[in-house]
């Protein structure tokens, strides 16, 4: 069966700081990635996705970046991390060429102070 | 462009009542997906239920319903009597038909408190 992970669960992070949070996916091959933002009390945000390996799309600009250097691993970055990049941060994948459901993990949250 | 609205903000009810969360959805696709997941405290959003356009029959899973119309574009989703272990933030969510990159729209969310 398919897992998909995220580390770490919670963040506190200063203004300014360097941002690196990363998802892994077991069990499966080629999946799409995703990567979506959660702020307190609001909907889901579409920030990156991936249909394989280096290749990213960006939905939103802002501060943040998305890699995925190998097949089942997505990574968020940032440089300096703003006041207004706190939030829920959600991994989610789904398999390759299927119209199917996406899966997410269990979330990072993020507390920029 | 897809939408999907989820007017209830936030519903209480009393344990063992039903409730049901309304979903509206706004699409030029002649084929879509729909999608109702679960957000408990913890975070994570949990698949309850996918439902493609072309399927318009009702599906029941235990306390669980969702009733799809595509003549009022709803996909509304009932609990049947229900417990404290259903308090979450229920969102509906609308995906293209397409086989490449899948751009989901989700709802709002609603919230919903089961009172003891």
């Known amino acids: 069966s398919q897992t998909i992970h995220q580390w770490p669960a919670t963040l506190v992070q200063p203004v300014g700081s360097p941002l690196s949070l990363e998802c892994t996916v077991e069990?499966?091959?080629?999946?799409?990635l995703y990567w979506y933002r959660q702020a307190a009390g609001r909907g889901l945000q579409l920030l990156f996705y991936?249909?394989?390996?280096?290749?990213i799309s960006s939905e939103v600009p802002q501060n943040l970046s998305a890699s995925r250097p190998q097949d089942r691993q997505f990574i968020l970055s940032s440089k300096k991390l703003l006041l207004s990049d706190s939030g829920f941060y959600l991994c989610a994948w789904r398999r390759e060429f299927y119209t199917d459901t996406q899966y997410f993990g269990p979330g990072t949250r993020l507390t920029v102070l | 462009a897809q939408k999907v609205t989820q007017a209830q903000t936030e519903i209480s009810v009393v344990e063992k009542e039903d409730v049901t969360l309304d979903c509206v959805y706004e699409t030029r696709d002649t084929t879509y997906y729909l999608f109702w997941y679960k957000q408990p405290p913890s975070g994570e959003l949990v698949f309850l239920i996918r439902?493609?356009?072309?399927?318009?029959q009702n599906e029941i899973s235990g306390r669980y319903s969702w009733n799809f119309q595509k003549s009022t574009s709803s996909f509304n989703f009932t609990i049947t009597a229900s417990q404290v272990v259903d308090s979450a933030v229920y969102f509906c969510a609308l995906s293209d038909g397409s086989g490449g990159y899948q751009k989901v729209t989700f709802g709002t969310g609603t919230k919903l408190q089961v009172i003891p």
């Open positions: 069990g499966t091959s080629n999946p799409n």
């Open positions: 991936s249909v394989g390996i280096g290749q």
């Open positions: 439902r493609n356009s072309f399927d318009e």
